[in-house]
């Protein structure tokens, strides 16, 4: 009988440390940080920085057992890659750090055993076992030769679950001037960089070598849209609208016309969607889509702009949303499941107003479509209130990601921290 008791409890432990071990390091909550960590949250939650100086962090994924897997962007006298971090005495706290990769990126998942990394022109895969923080081998390149550009030339993914993947390729100017970016200069009619820019492709995720002209053009009119996602059995994005409405169109539109008029999208993207761009914006005032005045425009006039399809969500101007991600944790409050989080980078075009952004907002969903206004949820990122100099930001939200738990990361690229926010 006294065998049996012990070989009993033997299995229980056996069975509570193997349950763990699936669970991973993800389990405990973290303690908070004081002030959490320099940001603010609603009632109810908080938040720790679980790494530091990670690089020009952007998107970001939670492996199964807790570890994160950062894209690390070019630029700022070096190289980026993929840094993963590792938990390994389970204070919450990142204390296990590997590199690997020379060319570094924004968009990043894991998918069947792989990990994907979107780079500026392509998108690279590395097989990972299980558990390991790096790969066992070199990468495998499922997409290359996407056109290079010095505007607008980060990329983003997303899969679809059937062997699609979308990928964004950015317009490599404002609207389609020629040349870019001057004043007084009609938008090229028809934009000839709609051809291969301005929209969105669908390649397969598991073909080898594929170029552009292998993939298919999913979507098109749009400017910018680096935050991707599945969601719903479709493709979601977040895009960065037009700039410098005042500067390039001067006597027809004013400073606060341009910090507050062309509204940055929440989309939902259907395949042979038309979003409008370069030929007409959002206005946050008239509510509709109206001609960019590259096309003979005044802010008002729709013209041809009746036939795009309009965002499902517009916010305020020049925030910069860089990621989107909708929440299918279970931490979080009700409110919360299935309602999209959006990271805005931050302004840069407000000025002389000040500069905004620069915070996580929440739209709340019911089903496919939003259920209530948005909201910010994360703030305080920039560190001080008026910013007139995106320079001067304290951090700019990158990426965000849903842990095992139901924790919501976010990462910023001025220092590379990376917050973990919970709920109490």
């Known amino acids: 009988m006294r065998m049996t008791r012990v070989m009993s409890a033997f299995v229980a432990f056996s069975l509570a440390a193997f349950i763990f071990v699936l669970i991973g390091r993800a389990a405990p909550l973290p303690a908070c940080d004081a002030g959490n960590g320099g940001i603010t949250l609603p009632q109810g939650f908080c938040a ?4 530091d100086n990670v690089g020009p962090a ?8 807790g570890d994160l897997f950062v894209s690390v962007n070019n630029g700022r006298g070096g190289r980026g890659g993929v840094v993963a971090l590792r938990d390994t005495n389970g204070d919450g706290k990142m204390d296990t750090r590997e590199k690997f990769g020379d060319d570094g990126g924004t968009g990043i998942a894991l998918r069947n055993g792989y990990l994907y990394l979107a780079t500026t022109t392509g998108v690279l895969r590395y097989q990972m076992r299980a558990g390991e923080l790096t790969p066992s081998g070199a990468p495998q390149a499922i997409v290359v030769g996407l056109p290079e550009q010095r505007q607008h030339e980060d990329k983003g993914i997303a899969f679809d679950g059937r062997g699609g993947m979308y990928v964004n390729v950015g317009a490599p100017s404002n609207a389609c001037q020629q040349p870019d970016r001057r004043p007084k200069i009609p938008g090229q009619d028809p934009c000839p960089l709609l051809e291969q820019h301005g929209g969105i492709w669908r390649f397969d995720e598991n073909k080898a070598g594929q170029k552009q002209a292998d993939g298919k053009r999913y979507a098109t009119g749009l400017r910018q849209m680096i935050g991707l996602t599945w969601h719903d059995n479709a493709l979601w994005a977040v895009m960065h609208n037009r ?11 004013t400073a606060e016309q341009n910090a507050e008029w062309p509204a940055e999208y929440l989309l939902r993207v259907e395949e042979g969607s038309n979003f409008g761009w370069p030929y007409c914006f959002y206005n946050n005032s008239e509510g509709k889509l109206v001609t960019n005045p590259e096309y003979g425009g005044d802010g008002k006039k729709a013209d041809r702009c009746g036939s795009f399809t309009p965002p499902v969500v517009a916010f305020p101007g020049h925030w910069a949303p860089n990621d989107v991600l909708f929440y299918t944790g279970t931490q979080f409050a009700q409110k919360y499941r299935n309602g999209a989080f959006i990271a805005f980078h931050g302004s840069w075009n407000r000025a002389p107003l000040p500069q905004a952004g620069y915070n996580v907002t929440f739209v709340p969903f019911a089903g496919s479509k939003p259920s209530g206004k948005y909201e910010v ?7 001080r209130t008026p910013l007139a100099n995106p320079n001067d930001a304290a951090a700019r939200p990158g990426g965000l990601a849903v842990g ?5 990361y976010v990462t910023e690229d001025v220092k590379g921290k990376i917050w973990r926010v919970v709920a109490r």
């Open 404 to 408: 095992p738990d139901g924790s919501l």
């Open 377 to 383: 949820f994360a703030n305080g990122f920039a560190g």
């Open 48 to 51: 720790a920085v679980v790494a």
């Open 58 to 65: 952007r998107h970001l994924l939670v492996a199964p057992n």
């Open 243 to 253: 700039d410098s409405l005042d500067t390039l169109w001067p006597g027809q539109f």
